[in-house]
């Protein structure tokens, strides 16, 4: 009874072998794995910042072009003596100077 299992697990040690020494190289090199993984979503790629920045510069101007809009139809109301329209219009230029300080100038046109 005890030979064709012992023939058995003899035969199949060269199986578990591979499969245990693949574990072991698995538990070894889970903690490395890891850590990759954490330093990628920690950090920030070149492209992922750019497009971050490219995202906040267009709402930016989104909201700019807003106020812009907003203003344009204050001070024509203010033109016709609306004082509310006129303390409004002084606000949403004061909120869009705010916001033009913080975009980037323009380049300087070429010669």
């Known amino acids: 009874m005890r030979a064709p299992f012992a023939l058995a697990v003899l035969a199949a040690l060269p199986l578990l072998s ?4 693949r574990a072991a190289v698995d538990v070894v ?19 992922e910042r750019d497009e971050k920045r490219g995202r906040e510069l267009r709402e930016r101007e ?5 106020l812009e809009r907003r203003y344009g139809k204050e ?3 203010c033109r016709d003596e609306d004082e509310d329209a006129c303390a409004d219009a002084r606000a949403t230029w004061a909120e869009m100077e705010k916001l033009r300080a913080r975009l980037p100038s323009a ?3 070429e010669d």
Do not use: Q
């Open 29 to 47: 090199t889970l903690p490395v794995r890891a850590a990759g993984e954490v330093v990628d979503l920690a950090t920030t790629s070149d492209s």
């Open 107 to 109: 380049p300087p046109p």
């Open 62 to 66: 989104e909201r700019l072009g807003k």
């Open 18 to 21: 591979g499969c245990l020494a």
């Open 75 to 77: 001070i024509a109301d």
